[in-house]
């Protein structure tokens, strides 16, 4: 895994975690590493076992250059809809940096940008490059630690385990006890493909 997609310029690689999600805000966030940075564990944090991105998550954060987090909640997810969301995000997350990146390496294949910077959309960049991997790390973690709180105000939802998504349990608790002011009200709730689970 390279460290970065390019190295002459400042480059913080962007990612986000939760766009599929029925509750809970949308999580981005945006990494500048140090051109030596390695580890063997880093990799798109959807490959890595909940355990060993907890455990990245402290090194990221203390041998990044800089690094941010952001989060879009599910009212503003309803108003912009998810992908201008995860947009927005991930703008709000390179803004928050300490260090002004000079380029964006986002993971994904498209991007709408608020900020003056160059950047490159990179489809599976975050098992490609090591600043993306690093973002999908932190967008994760973050978001999964958000979502345990919520879970202690709305246990019935199984928000612990699935963390939002859409899983069988999820979709019959909704049924069952109709939507919270967590969930995002333009996505679709309902359980008529139950059997799909």
């Known amino acids: ?48 076992s909940e355990r060993n991105r907890d455990r990245l998550r402290p090194i990221i954060e203390r041998e990044a250059v800089a690094w941010a987090v952001a989060a879009v909640p599910p009212e503003r997810i309803d108003e912009i809809n998810i992908l201008n969301a995860s947009f927005e995000g991930m703008c709000r997350a390179v803004g928050e940096l300490r260090t002004r990146p000079e380029f964006l390496a986002i993971d994904g294949n498209r991007f709408r940008s608020s900020l003056d910077i ?51 349990e999820h979709r019959l608790a909704v049924r069952r006890y109709g939507v919270t002011p967590y969930h995002r009200l333009t996505f ?9 689970f």
């Open 1 to 48: 895994m390279e460290t970065c997609y390019q190295y002459e310029r400042i480059e913080a690689g962007c990612d986000e975690a939760g766009r599929g999600c029925l509750a809970g805000a949308v999580f981005a966030a945006a990494v500048i590493l140090p051109p030596d940075f390695h580890d063997p564990l880093l990799n798109d944090s959807k490959q890595m």
């Open 188 to 196: 679709n709730h309902e359980s008529g493909q139950l059997e799909l």
């Open 118 to 168: 160059p950047y490159r959309c990179i489809v599976k960049g975050d098992g490609k490059y090591a600043d993306i991997a690093a973002a999908s790390v932190l967008a994760k973690t973050h978001r999964d630690e958000y979502m345990r709180r919520l879970a202690e105000e709305f246990p019935q939802y199984g928000w612990a385990k699935n963390k939002g998504y859409p899983t069988r």
